[in-house]
């Protein structure tokens, strides 16, 4: 899957609860760890997060079947 839920805000804004990554840009290395260098987006809840982890991912999915 090109596009994953991370269960915290990678902008590190305290009311988000849950990222989605494009894994194909990679993770860099920072003074916490290994950290994704970028995310899609960001939201409030993991349900809103899973249906647009999973649209993107089937989205993609289609296009690489053309």
């Known amino acids: 899957m090109r596009y994953i839920i991370e269960d915290e805000s990678l902008s590190a804004h305290c009311c988000f609860g849950w990222s989605i990554v494009d894994t ?3 993770k860099i290395d920072t003074i916490h760890g290994p950290q994704w260098a970028d995310h899609i987006c ?6 809103y997060a899973i ?3 999973d649209a993107l991912n089937k989205l993609e999915n289609e296009q690489s079947n053309l």
């Open 42 to 47: 960001e939201g409030f809840e993991e349900k």
């Open 51 to 53: 249906l647009i982890c």
């Open 24 to 26: 194909t840009v990679g």
